[in-house]
């Protein structure tokens, strides 16, 4: 199975910091790489597939990028809402797995 | 609007089982494929297992495959999980997922119903 490693595991930061979060496939899996915003007691929801597509209604201060084993998430410009855990996901090949998360807290 | 709505989770005791349902909305059910995940209390996302939109094609995760059964009743846009010899490290939300592509699990999970808890406990 492919490891997925988000790194950090928690990050501090403020409304209006520039937030970078990272993702390792212990393989190359091309782009086929999404990542989910999580809030508590909520279900997850797609932000970004094929590591850099923006879903639709999703903010333009999300971003993606990166291929073949490490890819990022950027958040341009962190806001209220933004204070959530995401994961990273490979769709490479079955079975589809998750990073461990990141947790955004508010400093 | 899609909307995904999950059903039957509750307390079970080891060895027994369970079947979750999830009823689906505001698309046309059989041209998706649909999957389910699960997240452990405090803990990460696991995808479990995932069908075709005709059902005819299904997948699953090491952890699950020879005790769950998910399948699909496209008359009812009713997907299912049939669990059976549960453990108690299958405590967790179950959540019903909507895939972007048909003929296929693309493993992109486009919508999510809000969850099902399942508790495994004496």
């Known amino acids: 199975d492919i490891q997925m490693t988000q790194s950090p595991s928690t990050l501090s930061a403020s409304v209006g910091d520039r937030v970078t979060i990272t993702c390792r496939a212990s393989q190359s899996i091309s782009n086929w790489l999404a990542w989910y915003q999580q809030k508590p007691g909520k279900a997850p929801n797609l932000l970004i597939y094929r590591a850099s597509t923006l879903q639709s209604g999703v903010p333009s201060r999300f971003s993606g990028s990166g291929s073949g084993t490490e890819f990022t998430l950027t958040i341009s410009s962190l806001q209220p809402d933004d204070f959530a855990t995401y994961y990273c996901q490979q769709y490479d090949s079955s079975p589809w797995t998750f990073g461990q998360g990141t947790k955004v807290k508010i400093k | 609007e899609v909307q995904l709505l999950e059903s039957g989770g509750g307390l079970v005791q080891p060895g027994g089982s369970l079947r979750l349902s999830c009823e689906a909305s505001?698309?046309?059910?059989?041209?998706?494929?649909m999957s389910w995940v699960r997240q452990a209390p405090g803990k990460g996302l696991e995808w479990l297992s995932a069908?075709?939109?005709?059902?005819?094609?299904?997948y699953y995760a090491r952890s699950v495959r020879g005790r769950f059964t998910i399948s699909r009743d496209n008359s009812k846009n009713t997907l299912y999980l049939q669990m059976h010899s549960l453990r108690a490290e299958d405590t967790a939300v179950y959540y019903c997922?909507?895939?972007?592509?048909?003929?296929?699990?693309?493993?992109?999970?486009?919508?999510w119903g809000q969850g099902t808890l399942v508790t495994v406990s004496s």
């Open positions: 505001g698309f046309i059910f059989s041209n998706y494929a």
């Open positions: 069908t075709t939109g005709s059902g005819g094609n299904t």
């Open positions: 997922v909507k895939e972007d592509k048909s003929g296929y699990s693309s493993g992109v999970f486009e919508y």
